[in-house]
C-alpha cells in the first residue's frame, strides 16, 4: 500500500490550551479515511494541520512525502473547510471559475469540469444564482464542487454534508466512492455515526486524542458492539 499521508507526534496548543494530544496517524492510497468526534474534540484544527493551514505546536503532517505546509502539495489537495469561504455576490458558476483558474485550469477544461461539478452536486439549475441568495446547504454543496473541480490526489474535507438532505448526502457519498475507486485518497471529518460507518478506516477522536483506530467492521467486532455509537463510547468518547 502506497503510503499517502503521516501524521507524526502531532500536538497542538492555543495559548495554554493543548487541544491535539501525541497523533499518530498514517493513511494509504485509494483510503475513506473519517475523523469521528464531537464538537471540540480536535477534527477542525487536524485537518488544518493536515492541510498546512496550521502549523503545529509539535509534530509534522507528511503528504506524500512531503512536509507541510507546502505550496506544491497544495495543488494536489482539495480541501472543503467547515465553514464555506464563497463570494456571495458571485454566481456558484462564477465562483467555482475564480478557484478552478487559481488552480490553473485552462479555459475549456473549467468548463467541462465545472458542468460535471455541478451535476455532482446537484446546483445546475442555480448556477447563475448569486451565492448571497443561497441557503446553508447550497452553500456547502458548492463548497465540495469547488474543493474536487481541479481533481485533486487527495481531498479533505470538514464536515461535509451538514445541512444537506439526506438523499443528496446519499448521492455525495456514492460521489466519494467512485473518486476512491479512481485513486483519490479522502479524508473527511464527521460527527454522525453512520456517516463513520461509510469509511474504511477510522479515527476516534476525544478530547485531542485518538482513542482508537481501525476500520468500522474492526472497531465493532473487537469489542462485540453492533453500533458505531456504542463502539465509541466503549472507546472512552464519552462525555468528560
Ligand atoms: P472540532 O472541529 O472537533 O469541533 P476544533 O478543532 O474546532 O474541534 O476545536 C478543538 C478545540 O480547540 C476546542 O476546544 C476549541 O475551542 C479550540 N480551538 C479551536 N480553534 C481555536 C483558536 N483559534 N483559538 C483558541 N482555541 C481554539
Ligand atoms: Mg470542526
Known sequence: ??????????????????????IN??????????????????KT?????????????????????????????MKNIGFMAQSDALYTELTAYENIDYFASIYGLSRSERKQRIKKVLEIVDLVKHMKKPVRTFSGGMKRRLSLAISIVHEP????????????????????????????????????????????????????????????QGSPKDLKQSIHVDTMEQAFLHYGGGKS
Open 1 to 22: 500500500m502506497e503510503k499517502v499521508i503521516s501524521l507524526n507526534h502531532i500536538a497542538h496548543s492555543f495559548g495554554v490550551e493543548t487541544v491535539i494530544k501525541g
Open 25 to 42: 496517524i498514517e493513511i494509504d492510497k485509494g483510503v475513506i479515511f473519517g475523523l469521528l468526534g464531537p464538537s471540540g474534540s480536535g
Open 45 to 73: 484544527t487536524l485537518v488544518k494541520i493536515i492541510t498546512g493551514i496550521l502549523y503545529p505546536t509539535e509534530g509534522s503532517s507528511v503528504v506524500q512525502e512531503t512536509q507541510m505546509p507546502s505550496l506544491k502539495k
Open 153 to 212: 490526489e487527495i481531498l479533505i474535507l470538514d464536515e461535509p454534508t451538514v445541512g444537506i438532505d439526506p438523499l443528496l448526502r446519499q448521492s455525495i457519498w456514492q460521489e466519494f466512492n467512485k473518486l476512491k475507486n479512481e485513486g483519490t485518497t479522502i479524508i473527511v471529518t464527521t460527527h454522525v455515526m453512520d456517516e463513520a460507518e461509510k469509511c474504511d478506516e477510522l479515527a476516534l477522536l476525544h478530547d485531542g486524542y485518538v482513542i482508537a
